[in-house]
Structures are given as structure tokens and as C-alpha cells.
């Protein structure tokens, strides 16, 4: 790593060693050992992690830097072994759920640094090791994580962004965390309140169509019993019927919204939520029960081409209070996902098409678009 002064300006450079092995990855060569994402600045440190993989080529390593000089104040190794017992990471497996050991792109709230679930203290130290139970949400450490990463675009169904502090994986764990907690395809937040864009209550289950909507909860919402759903059982491998009744938790939402756009961006100002992505035209629930009739194979391919970028793309602008439309207009490319971000009065947002997109209150004016954004009448329901 080095630092080289130009123009009085501090330009940081991530070069590797004359010793380092490349690799090839997404079809091209690279460092065994890259700083994944970006650098972190927090508090006059700054922070950035090194490595792929705790169990790969030495494991990660958390340094810590001064941004004005570059010196080197901790570095944190993090390989395959226990720092406490020295035992293997893998000791600490519960079920299908491992410690983190893989990197992302960093953030802090001031008390932390986080590394996807996993806390750092402010001095580049693991808060702990081992993988933390889903149930347990509750602690000075609740933030905003990705269990696959803040980079991952899939958007596959057992995988979304939580305001919390810990995630679950299989089939019988990705859905318990969206009951206990903030979650959703996309969140953001302000000092009290989560904002988000995910999958309506009764689909964190196993289920093949989802249906998402738009909605706000407190950052540390009640969870309440909200109904009862029976589970499938299976005895020597086999269907044998589903269960009982079992209560089922959700926390209470201040308001939710239908939507008819797909969401892929979103960022929170002062005064407006805005969310952008592409139209929404199916209901997978209904498109489900009548697959064979031909308006329903219309309006699934309409979805999959405006899926692939073919149908543009739509932005919303909706109050944070109550989640109302204040405005709606049409974009010619689809964002990125996460491709959106609020800078002095402007909007910038990047696009499929390659661009980045400059919106504010000069230039010309955007296309108005009928988006539909429609209340549902009980966010405190089991729905």
C-alpha cells in the first residue's frame, strides 16, 4: 500500500508485492491477496481488509492506517484458527451457519466496524469469533448488513439486507431473521427509522412466487404474534403432512405500501424516499394459479424483458412519513442495483446502460409515469 502526494492532494494507491501471486478470477488475473470494496474513514483511522477468504492464502487481514500519512497503526489477522483457543473456525459451525469469514465493503457507526454481521472495535478487534444465533438481534452492535455481501446484485430469494445482527442460511433459517427484524431487498435509514423494499410477511417462507411491497418500522421495532402457519413435516425422508399451528413473530411496521415498480435503488433525503427500478407488471401469487392462460404468459414476459432493461426504468418519489407518491417519472435505462445516491440537492444514479445520470432541478425535465402506489390496509397483519 502507499501513499503518493500530488498536487498537495493524498492519492492512495493498493499495489501488490513483487511476491504476490495472481489468480484468475471473473475472467481475468488477480491478487491473491485484494482490498476488497473500498477503504473506510472513520474517526481519523483508516480502515480496509486484505485477503478472499479466512480459510484461503494466509486468511484476511484488517489494517488500520493513518489517512494522512499512511503509517500503519494495527493490523488484525484473521485466518482459519480461533485467536482464543486455536482451535479451527469450524468448531464454532451451528447447523448450516458458519463465523464470517468472508469480506465486504466496510461501514461503522461509530461504536464499530462492521464486516458484514461481524462487529470490530474501533481499534481493529474482533467483538467475537463465533456465529451469533438468529434469534439473538439484541445488542449495542444492530446495523445494516448483507449476509452475502452490500455487492451482491443476484437478488436470490434466500438471501436479503438486515438491520440487525445476525442471519440464518438453509431453507429452515433464511426466513427467520425477516421476521424478527428490519429486512428487505434494499434498506436505509435515518436516525430512528428503517426504510426498506422487500418481500411481503407471508412470503418469508418457502414459497415460489414472491410479492414485495414498500415499508417503514422503527429501527427497534416491537415483534408481536401475528397468527399461525403450519410447516411441512417429513418422516424418513418423505412428505408426511404438515404440522400443527405454530405462532408466528413479526415486528410492526408504521406504514407499507404497494408499489408497481421493482425495485433496485433506493436512497433517503431529508424530505422524500426515493426508489428506482423497473415496472412491475405480474403478480407472481395470481400468475401462479393460472400459468397456461395467455394473458398471464403476456405479462410474465413483459416482467422478464423489463427484468433484462428492455422496458427502461421508473423512479418514485414517496413521502418518509407515510409512504404517499409525490411524484413518479420515467427513466430511459434501469439502474444498478444500489445504483443510486443524494449529493447536494441532486440525485446521481448509475444505469445498465453504462452512465451515470446527473438529476436535479436544471436540465431537462423527466417523463412523467403512472406508477401506482397503493396502501395496504393492516402493515400489522400476518400478510
Known amino acids: 500500500m502507499r501513499v503518493n502526494a500530488a498536487d498537495g ?3 492512495w494507491r493498493f499495489r501488490a508485492a513483487p511476491e504476490d501471486r495472481r489468480m484468475g478470477a471473473f475472467e481475468q488475473l488477480e491478487s491473491v491477496w485484494p482490498v476488497h470494496g473500498s477503504v473506510l474513514v472513520q474517526n481519523d483511522t483508516l480502515y480496509c481488509v486484505a485477503g478472499r477468504s479466512m480459510f484461503l492464502d494466509g486468511g484476511l487481514r484488517l489494517v488500520r492506517l493513518d489517512p494522512k500519512t499512511g503509517r500503519k497503526l494495527s493490523e488484525t489477522i484473521m485466518d482459519d484458527r480461533d485467536p482464543a483457543s486455536g482451535d479451527n473456525l469450524q468448531v464454532h459451525v451451528q447447523g448450516l451457519n458458519m463465523p464470517v469469514s468472508l469480506p465486504d465493503i466496510l461501514s461503522s457507526d461509530g461504536k464499530y466496524v462492521y464486516m458484514r454481521s461481524l462487529p470490530f472495535t474501533m481499534d481493529g478487534k474482533r467483538k467475537f469469533v463465533e456465529y451469533i444465533d438468529v434469534k439473538n438481534q439484541q445488542g449495542d452492535d444492530v446495523h445494516l448488513f448483507s449476509p452475502t455481501g452490500f455487492l451482491d446484485d443476484t437478488m436470490w430469494h434466500r438471501t436479503y439486507w438486515v438491520y440487525g445482527r445476525a442471519f440464518a442460511s438453509g431453507h429452515a433459517g433464511y426466513s427467520q431473521a425477516g421476521h424478527l427484524v428490519p429486512a428487505g431487498r434494499l434498506l436505509v435509514f435515518d436516525d430512528d427509522t428503517v426504510y426498506g423494499y422487500g418481500r411481503l410477511r407471508k412470503f418469508y417462507r418457502w414459497t415460489t412466487p414472491l410479492e414485495y411491497h414498500l415499508f417503514a418500522t422503527s429501527k427497534k421495532p416491537d415483534v408481536v404474534q401475528a397468527g399461525a402457519e403450519k410447516k411441512p413435516v417429513k418422516k424418513d425422508g418423505k412428505s408426511a403432512g404438515t404440522s400443527k399451528d405454530l405462532p408466528v413473530a413479526r415486528f410492526v411496521q408504521a406504514w407499507s405500501n404497494d408499489v408497481s415498480v421493482q425495485t433496485t435503488a433506493m436512497v433517503l433525503t431529508k424530505d422524500t424516499l426515493f426508489v428506482a427500478g423497473v415496472p412491475d407488471v405480474s403478480d407472481e401469487e395470481e400468475a401462479a394459479k393460472t400459468l397456461s392462460q395467455p394473458d398471464t404468459e403476456r405479462r410474465l414476459a ?5 427484468f433484462e ?3 427502461g426504468g421508473l423512479l418514485l418519489a414517496v413521502s418518509p412519513k407515510d409512504g404517499t407518491k409525490l411524484a413518479a417519472y420515467r427513466l430511459d435505462a434501469m439502474p444498478r442495483f444500489d445504483g443510486l445516491i443524494a449529493v447536494a440537492g441532486r440525485l446521481y444514479m448509475v444505469t445498465t446502460d453504462g452512465k451515470v445520470v446527473c438529476l436535479g432541478t ?10 401506482t ?6 402493515p400489522k397483519a400476518a400478510k
Open 362 to 371: 436544471d436540465g431537462k425535465p423527466l417523463q412523467a409515469a403512472d406508477v
Open 9 to 11: 492532494q493524498l492519492v
Open 309 to 311: 432493461g428492455r422496458r
Open 302 to 306: 413483459d416482467q422478464s424483458a423489463a
Open 373 to 378: 402506489v397503493a396502501a395496504r390496509p393492516d
